[in-house]
């Protein structure tokens, strides 16, 4: 039997929307602030709104300024993305290395970033997530995802690992994956879904994992 739930599948700390949210009720064009001004008006008032012991709180403040000033950097050069990818996953990034995004995680981040500034993925950024599918050993995307595929893979794989996939869904966390590659890949699709689902319940926040 393959597990469908991935093991890096946690519910972040702070909530990118949530977060922006609460930014947007007490702090004003913070988009446009300086970002130690917004981490400090952060700290001294959020309470138990926020949760001020994230390591990647800060890094999560800038990557939202980043989304709703400059959203087309974001969906357009891969570096940016994947930092600020990794900081709404509640993820420390390292802006000296690459740091790979799992696919859920792309997942998330596209799904945050459809919410707050809704724009179609740029080439270079579409490119990047179809090579985190390809490394994940994925021939597909689902949710957020589901409009990039792994061009070297064969339609008709796609679409048997997309019925077991939907066959899957159907049975939910109960379901039960065999060996054969069509249903290993369809458990790490399931997987993504329910990552984004536990994201979904921890924010009140309907429709993620269908985005």
Request: charged share 25%; hydrophobic share 45%.
């Amino acid at each position: 039997m393959i597990p469908l739930v991935d093991a890096m599948s946690e519910r972040v700390r702070n909530h990118p929307l949530r977060l922006k949210q609460w930014l947007d009720a007490h702090a004003p064009g913070w988009e446009a602030w300086e970002l130690d001004a917004v981490l400090h008006l952060v700290q001294t008032t959020a309470d138990d709104a926020v949760d001020l012991e994230d390591p990647a709180l800060s890094d999560l403040i800038g990557a939202l300024q980043l989304l709703r000033a400059q959203s087309e950097r974001f969906r357009e050069e891969w570096e940016l993305f994947e930092n600020a990818a990794h900081a709404f996953n509640g993820n420390v990034p390292d802006f000296t290395v690459a740091q790979p995004l799992s696919p859920a995680e792309a997942a998330f981040a596209v799904h945050v970033a459809r919410q707050l500034a809704p724009a179609d993925l740029g080439y270079e950024v579409r490119a990047y997530i179809e090579a985190v599918l390809h490394a994940a050993g994925l021939s597909q995307g689902v949710g957020p995802l589901e409009a990039i595929h792994d061009r070297s893979s064969h339609p008709h794989r796609r679409e048997q690992v997309k019925a077991r996939y939907e066959e899957l869904l159907r049975l939910g966390e109960e379901a039960e994956a065999g060996e054969s590659a069509p249903d290993v890949e369809a458990a790490r699709l399931l997987a993504i879904t329910l990552y984004l689902q536990d994201q979904e319940e921890a924010a009140g926040e309907p429709g993620a994992a269908h985005a």
